[in-house]
């Protein structure tokens, strides 16, 4: 049995800009093994987010197919990739997005409030990846009390609060300092390798590309060289 | 449910645009409260008649009085079980400020036909044998702090004295109630014959007739052959039912009800408006956020409720902040000292409140909420 978790097949994905067509990816294959840490690098405009977006359900291809762990993401309605994304993947943005109404506990729990779980249970586990990304004590603080580092942790307690088997990250430690972007980058790496989640990663930054496995380059829309970390 | 956490945090989000929001939907559903109230006390003054009494009127206005020959040759039409009558005094105590209404009745025959009014027999009993003496309603009484014994002045702006004063003084025999909460007891009843011995003109004359018949059924043909036996009098009357006279008296003030609609109407509207931009302008500022939770995996729909549910509970907190002070004002605070019978906040207009609210909730956030929930995650993030 195959351990490839994503297979992407001769992906296009055209965007129409009034009467203009233009080809963000064009007939890209990939497949990426459950486990991997993957980098994603490449100039502005190469199409690193849009197949960041195809991965995670957030757009479908114009043509070609993703198949993520043995599910078609192409063939499904909108409705189905939102259970799909709420089952087994976690995002992980630039500037972090968290709620600023909602304290760091209560944000971890948002994915969980699509489960059957109750608020203990919720608690209980939002409490635990609070720990493993090292901010227990932050627990009631808003995002505006917290360092940019911070947010960013509370952030990837929020992707990995459910379990899921994918982590995407869009440019994680675009706006963090180098040491805690290091940080940053030492957590995902731990949560690769003791976690055994698959994560794939934006970045610009070719510092941040070495703490993955396999590092993949992009311009205009294909892909281009692919080196080992 | 388990939204509701998020919802109430999202709502505080820009904490004095949400307040000022709440507030206007407060003073929106106090207004509906007190308007809804008048209404009632002014339509539902017809609720309040009973349907087995009639009023005999001079056929030409209310302020021509009646021969009280009139009062046993009514009581003689069949179907009449019991007459009694009633004059307007027009006076005030003390003070001119000090409005309220009194009435020269007979006794008996008064409380025979009014049985709602209650009253200890003793003190009925010293009312009536007393000639100067009057009763006065219980809210009556606790507004201007009189107690049974008390002898009090009133000033009467129509009926002179024999002595040619204004002012007529009386002694309170006793205090009534109303068995119906609805009604107020802001009123004195004045012995008749007290009344008619000391006035200085018009003596003999009755203001009106009340007649308690035997079935409401007969009260059109009772009121016809009333009507007919005065017929080529002098004093011609007319008689309608209690109901039919409380909306023709109404009716002088104009149309309440639609007065009261129209305004009820326009502060609506003016809410839905502020409301509506106040969700609008919430959704805007959230896009990203919005994204955020659909990223997660939440539903359109699930995005459409909650920005739904938010303009909802804006709706529902200040409705019911509104709606709850109206009705502690009317029913609690200023209960039976408002002089109008029937002022009331009922079940029914507390439930038409709350139809409003969720109709409300939903006007103002439906169009935010489709906005909300047609984002495209993409192009939302990109955004932001």
Sequence with gaps: ?229 | MKYFYLVWKSLWRKKIRTILTILSVFVAFLLFGLLNALNQAFGGATDLANAQRLITLDKISIINSLPSAYLTRIESVPGVRRVAHASWFGGYYQDPRNQFAQFPVDPERYLDVYPELTIPDEQRNEWTRKRDSVIVGRALAEQYGWSVGDRIPIYSSIWTNRNGGQVWDFEIAGIFDNDDPRSNTLFMLINYDYFDEGRAFGQGSMGWFILSIDSAANSAEVADAVDTLFANSPNQTKTSTEAAFAESFIGQYGNIALIITLILTAVFFTILLVAGNTMAQSVRERISELAVLKTLGFEDRAVLAIVLAESSLVMFVGGLLGLGTATLLINVILAGNIPLPGIYIDARAILTGLLYMALAGLAAGIFPAIRAMRLTIVDALSRA
């Design chain 1, 1 to 229: 049995m195959s351990d490839d978790l994503v297979t992407l097949k001769d992906i296009s994905r055209i965007y129409e800009k009034g009467k203009e067509k233009v080809e963000v990816l064009h007939q890209l294959n990939l497949t990426i093994k459950q486990g991997d840490f993957l980098a994603l690098m490449g100039p502005s405009g190469s199409g690193k987010t849009t197949l960041l977006n195809l991965l995670g359900g957030l757009d479908k291809p114009t043509s070609g197919s993703v198949e993520i762990g043995g599910e078609k993401l192409h063939l499904m309605s909108s409705s189905a990739l939102s259970r799909w994304r709420a089952r087994h993947v976690g995002f992980i943005f630039q500037f972090y997005n968290l709620l600023p109404v909602l304290t760091a506990q209560k944000n971890v729990e948002l994915p969980l409030l699509l489960t059957s779980l109750n608020g203990k249970e919720r608690a209980k586990r939002a409490a635990t990846a609070l720990a493993i990304v090292g901010l227990e004590d932050r627990a009631k603080h808003y995002p505006r009390e917290l360092s940019g580092g911070q947010e960013q942790r509370v952030a990837i307690a929020r992707a990995i609060v459910s379990d899921p088997t994918l982590l995407l990250c869009d440019e994680p430690t675009g706006d963090l300092d180098r040491e805690t972007a290091d940080e940053i980058l030492n957590l995902l790496q731990a949560l690769n390798r003791e976690h055994n989640k698959t994560i794939i990663m934006v970045t610009h930054d070719a510092q941040a590309a070495e703490y993955a496995r396999h590092t993949l380059h992009m311009d205009k829309g294909t892909l281009v060289v692919e080196a080992s970390a």
